[in-house]
């Protein structure tokens, strides 16, 4: 799969998957940031879909490694569940990450 | 009494010369096409694959489309349900994206209907139909737009003129000409459907992600029928010996703790298929551009290689439109 896209995917299908979860040990202010970072989520998914990338762009490729190293980072927070504020800062970063990534997808 | 009277008194009327002049044109057509396959069997047999092909690849489309449009609603039923905003800019690329991927689907009918027209050639208007077909091919490939990958632009801007160039082809009895087209057009379309794989497996993964999701939430919402699924299961062990399930509640709520498990094995059931269905059109694809680039080098086709099975693909397609 593309790496960018399979990055934002990553991103968007992980938060989807453990938004019930998560949102169980949120506070109500807590819960309204977690579903805001899933509505970006799926937001820069969706606006990458049908479209492209310039895969050979290295400000992609340097995006697209760090929102990787990210998910990866947050399915460890996430299983570990032990500080829901710094597992919704690390949200939040990774959620930023593949928005800037999807504002470079170029129209088809 | 010349040949010609003679031929013209046996015809009768203007008309039914006219049909008869079409008729051998059309045969001309059908030969020349047969000549380019070296047989009348193989021209039949290689439009056949294409038609059979092309049918696969549009009911492949398809249920991709209903996945697309499927992912829609669920985005609604996750809003009501776990209060998720589904806000109209992402409604509207999902739209956009399922446009899209019925414009495939569109387009492979067309392949097909035009597969299908080239075994009609030696019929009174099998040359018109073939070069509509061709023309129409051409109309739905111009709308094209690739999805998430980069290719080379003369990929995608291929396509309409190699579909015009068909139909340009037969309306001019060119057969050879033709069939050099079709296989250059077979030849662009493949390397979209490579290219676009990737984009069509992500919006297969988050379609089963976001149903899995929904899923596990109503069951562990206790929003699930226990004694629907109970009793389904039960069935695999009864129905064997004529029985039937009547289970109480309290065996309903322990064979229902087994839903997650269920979702999470079926989730991966589903994403396999499409890969598996994803590989097998990719290869019937490549098999078929094969013999079309055979028959205008004019290679004599592999005799007893049948083509790559197309029941993975129309399998999958069948279980998502299913549902």
């Known amino acids: 799969m593309q790496d960018a896209l399979a990055a934002i995917e990553q991103n968007y299908m992980n938060l989807n998957q453990q938004l019930a ?3 169980v040990n949120c506070t109500p202010d807590q819960k309204t940031a977690l579903m805001n970072q899933v509505v970006a989520a799926r937001s ?48 939040t970063q990774a959620v930023t990450l593949a928005s800037s990534l999807a504002s470079m997808v170029i129209s088809a | 009494m010349p040949e010609a009277v003679s031929l013209g008194r046996r015809l009768g009327s203007p008309a039914a010369r006219a049909r008869c002049a079409i008729r051998a044109a059309s045969l001309l057509i059908w030969l020349g096409f047969a000549v380019a396959c070296n047989s009348t069997s193989d021209a039949k047999a290689i439009a056949s694959q294409l038609a059979a092909t ?24 996750e809003q009501g349900v776990t209060g998720l905003p589904y806000d109209a800019q992402v409604r509207a690329s999902i739209m956009d994206t399922a446009v899209e ?16 027209s080239l075994t009609q050639l030696t019929t009174s208007t099998g040359a018109a139909d073939a070069s509509t077909a061709a023309g129409k091919l051409a109309s739905s490939a111009a709308s094209i737009k690739p999805l998430a990958q980069m290719l080379p632009a003369s990929v995608t801007a291929g ?23 079709i296989a250059a057009f077979l030849d662009n379309f493949i390397k979209l459907y490579a290219a676009e794989e990737s984009a069509c497996k992500t919006i297969n993964d988050q379609y089963v992600g976001i149903s899995g999701t929904l899923s596990l939430w109503f069951v562990a919402n206790g929003q699930t029928d226990p004694a629907g699924y109970s009793s ?4 695999l062990a009864l129905a064997p010996y004529g029985l039937t399930a009547k289970i109480d509640a309290a065996t309903q709520t ?32 490549a098999d078929i551009a094969a013999r079309a680039a055979d028959v205008v080098e004019a290679k004599p086709l592999p005799g007893g290689v049948a083509p790559p099975s197309l029941t993975t693909v129309n399998q999958w397609a069948a279980t998502i439109s299913a549902k």
């Open chain 2, 159 to 181: 396509l309409a003129p190699a579909a015009q160039e068909i139909a340009t082809a037969i309306q001019n009895h060119k057969i050879r000409e033709a069939a050099q087209h």
């Open chain 1, 44 to 91: 820069a998914y969706w606006s990458c879909v049908n479209k492209a990338f310039h895969d050979d762009d290295p400000q992609v490729v340097s995006l697209t490694s760090q929102l990787s190293a990210a998910n990866q980072q947050l399915c460890n927070a996430v299983q570990q569940m032990g500080d829901i504020a710094g597992t919704l800062t690390q949200i």
């Open chain 2, 254 to 285: 322990k064979i229902a703790t087994t839903q997650q498990l269920f979702i999470g094995q079926k989730s991966g059931d589903l994403i396999a298929a499409h890969t598996a269905a994803s590989k097998a059109m990719e290869d019937a694809l």
């Open chain 2, 54 to 77: 092309a049918t696969a690849l549009s009911n492949y489309y398809t249920a991709l489309h209903t996945e697309v449009v499927n992912t829609d609603q669920l985005n609604d039923l």
């Open chain 2, 232 to 235: 389904a299961l039960a069935k």
């Open chain 1, 21 to 23: 979860m998560l949102s």
């Open chain 2, 101 to 116: 991927i019925q414009k495939r689907a569109d387009m492979a009918n067309d392949i097909s209907t035009l597969a299908a």
